[in-house]
Nanobody
Framework: QVQLVESGGGLVQPGGSLRLSCAAS????????MGWHRQAPGKQRDLVAS???????NYVASVKGRFTISRDNDKNTVYLQMNSLKPEATAVYYC????????WGQGTQVTVSS
């Protein structure tokens, strides 16, 4: 069965950096697109960044130039490098894939606060 496990969240000051990881299992990782989403308290879950199997990337406008999504097909892992973090980035971050029947992971909390 498909499993996605996010890690790397934490508390960081404004302007700081974090690197999130998402380890996937139960899928042929290299052939699927992957994405990072986030959900702030009281808000809907929104796509932040995505990467195709060909490593083409896409970002929501608010994070362009500060966040970088990447993947390591040998490790079945997708990453999200987040730099110059702002308080509005505070949310639970989830990864997702377009593989069939893939559930959401448990998410990892990112808190940007001084």
């Amino acid at each position: 069965q498909v499993q996605l496990v996010e890690s790397g969240g934490g508390l960081v000051q404004p302007g700081g950096s974090l690197r999130l990881s998402c380890a996937a299992s139960g899928i042929m990782f290299r052939i699927y697109a992957m994405g990072w989403h986030r959900q702030a308290p009281g808000k809907q879950r929104d796509l932040v960044a995505s990467i195709t199997s060909a490593e083409s990337t896409n970002y929501v406008a608010s994070v362009k130039g500060r966040f970088t999504i990447s993947r390591d097909n040998d490790k079945n892992t997708v990453y999200l490098q987040m730099n110059s973090l702002k308080p509005e980035a505070t949310a639970v971050y989830y990864c997702n894939t377009n593989a069939p029947s893939a559930p959401w992971g448990q998410g990892t909390q990112v808190t940007v606060s001084s």
